[in-house]
């Protein structure tokens, strides 16, 4: 079994600053990708940014030079600081990390519940 748990949503004034954590716990042999990804009312879940193994980021154009993914990975966390938050920013955030249970398993999809990030205007 694994669980991701996130941590750090809440409620924010436009151009203020949250940071977000999930650490993944549970049975891993290895992490490949952990990254998040949110979810607005009414729209579809879309990547917010990403960092591989190793150190490798990618970002979503509309959070570019304002947010900041970073990995821990001896404590299996994912860290994401988000800076200069607008009001569209808002969106349940949710931790993803594609990992091996075991040296025999194939790379599996693991979500965490989410949590909610809320900008004010």
């Known amino acids: 079994q694994v669980q991701l748990v996130e941590s750090g949503g809440g409620l924010v004034q436009a151009g203020g600053s949250l940071r977000l954590s999930c650490a993944a716990s549970?049975?891993?042999?290895?992490?490949?990708?952990m990254g998040w990804y949110r979810q607005a009312p009414g729209k579809q879940r879309e990547l917010v940014a990403a960092?591989?193994?190793?150190?490798?980021?990618n970002y979503a154009d509309s959070v570019k030079a304002r947010f900041t993914i970073s990995r821990d990975n001896a404590k299996n966390t994912v860290y994401l600081q988000m800076n200069s938050l607008k009001p569209e920013d808002t969106a349940v955030y949710y931790c993803?990390?594609?990992?091996?249970?075991?040296?025999?398993?194939?790379?599996?999809?693991?979500w965490g519940q989410g949590t909610q990030v809320t900008v004010s205007s």
């Open positions: 993803k990390a594609v990992l091996k249970g075991s040296i025999r398993s194939p790379l599996r999809d693991y």
């Open positions: 549970g049975t891993i042999f290895s992490i490949n990708t």
């Open positions: 960092c591989t193994s190793g150190g490798t980021t």
